[in-house]
């Protein structure tokens, strides 16, 4: 069965920090890997989705790794402002698992500034 | 702008009701998903369908039903409410080579 972690729990940082939150899966035989955040009392948000083969994507100050054979995905955030504040979380789509997502539990993240 | 919308943000229910939660997509996307969310459990899915009249269990559906009659709306029904099904539950839906769109959730307390 796929689990997915995320490293740390929480996180706190100043403003302007460059900042990498990690998450790790035990099964590599995966779709796709999709990083979310997550306002407090709200939705999900989708941020980043990388496909299998693919190696990382980005979009503004974001920029997500995928490591396939190693079970890792990384999510860098570049000059970490005060609305970053939020938790976010991975998830992967299992092969063969018709559409299923596997979360992990997040990281909450704080930007003071 | 796409949107996944859900019938309430609040809801206050007594044990043994029938709840209906709702959920409405309009980007013609064929899957749709039941999730509960809850402090150190994280996201748990419950039920999702991939066509109008097809569904198929996640990983917690006992004490839960679905019904997709129209592909843009599927619903989570809870035929008895009992306490321990007191969450968030968010609805999302996806056709896998996009962005995941979720609802903005519906905190279901059952007293």
């Known amino acids: 069965k796929q689990e997915v972690t995320q490293i740390p729990a929480a996180l706190s940082v100043p403003e302007g920090e460059n900042l990498v939150l990690n998450c790790s899966f035990t099964?590599?035989?995966?779709?796709?890997l999709q990083w979310f955040r997550q306002d407090p009392g709200k939705g999900l948000t989708s941020l980043l989705l990388?496909?299998?083969?693919?190696r990382e994507q980005t979009s503004g100050r974001l920029n997500a790794s995928l490591d396939k054979s190693s079970g890792r995905s990384t999510l860098y955030i570049a000059a970490s402002q005060p609305g970053d504040s939020a938790t976010y979380l991975c998830?992967?789509?299992?092969?063969?698992?018709?559409?299923?997502?596997?979360f992990g539990k997040g990281t909450l993240l704080t930007v003071n500034p | 702008d796409v949107k996944v919308t859900q019938s309430s943000r609040y809801l206050v229910k007594r044990t043994g009701e029938k709840v209906f939660l709702e959920c409405v997509q309009d980007?013609?996307?064929?899957?749709m998903f039941w999730y509960r969310q809850d402090p150190g459990l994280g996201l748990r899915l419950i039920y999702f369908?991939?066509?109008?009249?097809?569904?198929e269990k996640g990983d917690i559906p006992e004490g839960y039903s679905v019904s997709r009659e129209k592909k843009e709306r599927f619903s989570l029904i809870l035929e008895s409410a009992s306490t321990n099904q007191t969450s968030m539950y968010l609805c999302a839906s996806w056709d896998r080579y996009n962005e995941q769109f979720f609802g903005p959730g519906t905190r279901l307390t059952v007293l």
């Open positions: 099964d590599s035989a995966i779709y796709n």
């Open positions: 369908s991939y066509d109008v009249k097809m569904k």
């Open positions: 990388i496909q299998s083969s693919q």
């Open positions: 980007m013609d996307h064929e899957n």
């Open positions: 998830a992967v789509e299992q092969g063969g698992s018709n559409y299923k997502l596997t």
